[in-house]
């Protein structure tokens, strides 16, 4: 049925002036299918005052049409990052949220970690279309895994945008670890990590365990039961055994950016979950 009614407002949307169906999108996330693919524009209120490049065969910009990104981590990052925090977005990928951490952590820093050479290309873009993010924002275009090396990027043919590191085949891009990247980066602190990886969330955090443990950032990453299956072990239970060990706690990222505390990733209560050092836990997880 949902897909039904999506089809429909596409073809409505092709009937529409371009200017009339991005202000409907705006109106209404459901609305963005309004907006006809492979349109390619600039965009100027993303965020509000915000100018971006929309390409809509990519579904991520789709998304951005609306004004926001993700509203329920977008909540968490407007909660939990402050103006001078300093941030790592791990799968950056066009910018969707570095653009926010950068926004929101005016004073601050962000590292934007993305390995796809086209997509990344449109995250400098966006960047360079904000002229007051560039001190504030580094783009490493690397992905991240435990060893430092090469994988293979390949995007998904039906979700134009999203791409994985964990074939065989595709196109060869550099991988290196967090920890690396930290150091290269100079950072003298750490306070908050957002990690989309397609899978591959512990890998990330494996590799940046050292840095965990030294800077104790919140660190959001996301939970997918599919990405469990296919990876054939329990991810998500090595990610919380290895945090909890280091005195984290795990919050599941509710509607509207509210958290409730769960004491284990057996069964996913959300799409992404919310680690935290135990003695960050106040009042804003009352």
Not at 20 to 49: C, E, M, Q, T, W
Request: charged residues 25%.
């Amino acid at each position: 049925m949902h897909q039904r009614v999506t089809r429909l407002i596409r073809v409505i949307g092709m009937c529409l002036p371009l200017r009339l169906s991005i202000f409907l999108a705006g109106l209404n996330r459901g609305l963005r299918f309004l907006v006809p693919p492979g349109k390619d524009f600039l965009f100027h209120k993303y965020l509000k005052d915000m100018t971006v490049c929309i390409n809509t065969v990519y579904p991520i910009e789709t998304r951005m049409l609306t004004g926001t990104y993700e509203p329920d981590i977008s909540a968490i990052i407007e909660r939990f990052v402050g103006q001078d925090s300093v941030v790592i977005d791990v799968g950056a990928n066009v910018g969707a949220l570095t653009l926010l951490m950068a926004k929101t952590a005016k004073c601050g820093r962000v590292i934007a970690v993305e390995p796809g050479p086209t997509i990344c290309s449109r995250l400098r873009r966006n960047i360079d279309l904000n002229p007051e993010l560039q001190s504030i924002v580094d783009v490493f275009q690397v992905g991240i895994s435990d060893k430092i090396g090469e994988l293979f990027w390949k995007e998904d043919a039906n979700n134009r945008g999203n791409a994985g590191l964990l074939g065989h085949d595709g196109q060869s891009v550099r991988v290196d670890t967090l920890d690396h990247i930290v150091d290269s980066a100079h950072l003298t602190k750490i306070d908050f990590i957002k990690i989309d990886v397609e899978g591959m969330e512990y890998e990330v955090i494996k590799s940046g365990m050292a840095s965990i443990l030294k800077y104790r950032p919140l660190i959001c990453y996301e939970t997918l039961d599919a990405f469990r299956e296919f990876r054939g072990f329990d991810i998500y239970g090595e990610i919380f055994s290895r945090l909890c060990n280091i005195g984290y706690k795990h919050f599941a990222i509710l509607p509207k950016g509210k958290t409730v505390e769960v004491s284990n990733l057996d069964v996913l209560c959300s799409a992404n979950v919310l680690a935290v050092p135990q003695e960050k836990i106040g009042a804003k997880f009352k």
